[in-house]
T-cell receptor, first 113, second 110 residues
Framework: EAGVTQFPSHSVIEKGQTVTLRCDPI?????LYWYRRVMGKEIKFLLH????????ESGMPNNRFLAERTGGTYSTLKVQPAELEDSGVYFC???????????FGDGTRLSIL | SQQGEEDPQALSIQEGENATMNCSYK?????LQWYRQNSGRGLVHLIL?????REKHSGRLRVTLDTSKKSSSLLITASRAADTASYFC??????????FGTGTRLKVLA
């Protein structure tokens, strides 16, 4: 079974540019989550999808972040325009049910210059 | 305020020794999980302990939970160089929203 895959593994962009991160969950997992770890700090929840619906986006930092999951399969997280404080590692996770362990991808390391 | 604070932040031990990491959290939980992260990789689920459990074992891992002290510990016995990684606890109040700590960086020297 393929795990959660994220693309790209690393992205370096300049402040003000746009970046889109992609996450492919484990096949059959309806629940998809985005987390972020800013350097040296804790991993923080961003949002949760059940299929294509956003169940909870309370962790999204501001309206420069837009997450989508069209068709309930893969998800994208767009940052537009990127700011310096957006640098960090963005993790995606998926689970079969809400109360089951979440399986994480390797993350996308985002560097804003 | 931050939940799931791990202690120590970094730990260096010799192969064969035991490694103990602690985690504290601030509010009531339904379960607590421990994850491992190898450098540059994702989080790997290790073990889940529910609030009504006090201890759980999985191979060389032993997790304890003290809900009165709002703390948990992860013990890795007979450590190996391959155990070198960062370890995170994640507290859940019963929903999907995990609250992670900053992690403990474990280095096992061969």
């Amino acid at each position: 079974e393929a795990g959660v895959t994220q693309f790209p593994s690393h992205s370096v962009i300049e402040k003000g540019q746009t970046v889109t991160l992609r996450c492919d969950p484990i096949s059959g997992h309806d629940n998809l989550y985005w987390y972020r770890r800013v350097m040296g700090k804790e991993i923080k929840f961003l949002l949760h999808f059940v299929k294509e619906s956003k169940q909870d986006e309370s962790g999204m930092p501001n309206n420069r972040f837009l997450a989508e999951r069209t068709g309930g399969t893969y998800s994208t997280l767009k940052v537009q325009p990127a700011e310096l404080e957006d640098s960090g590692v963005y993790f995606c996770a998926s689970s079969q049910g809400e109360y089951q362990p979440q399986h994480f991808g390797d993350g996308t390391r985002l560097s804003i210059l | 305020s931050q939940q799931g604070e791990e202690d120590p932040q970094a730990l260096s031990i010799q192969e064969g020794e035991n490694a103990t990491m602690n985690c504290s959290y601030k509010t009531s939980i339904n379960n607590l999980q421990w994850y491992r992260q190898n450098s540059g990789r994702g989080l790997v689920h290790l073990i889940l302990i529910r609030s009504n459990e006090r201890e759980k074992h999985s191979g060389r891992l032993r997790v304890t939970l003290d809900t009165s002290k709002k703390s948990s510990s992860l013990l890795i016995t007979a450590s190996r160089a391959a155990d070198t990684a960062s370890y995170f606890c994640a507290a859940s109040s019963g929903t999907y929203k995990y609250i992670f700590g900053t992690g403990t960086r474990l280095k096992v020297l061969a």
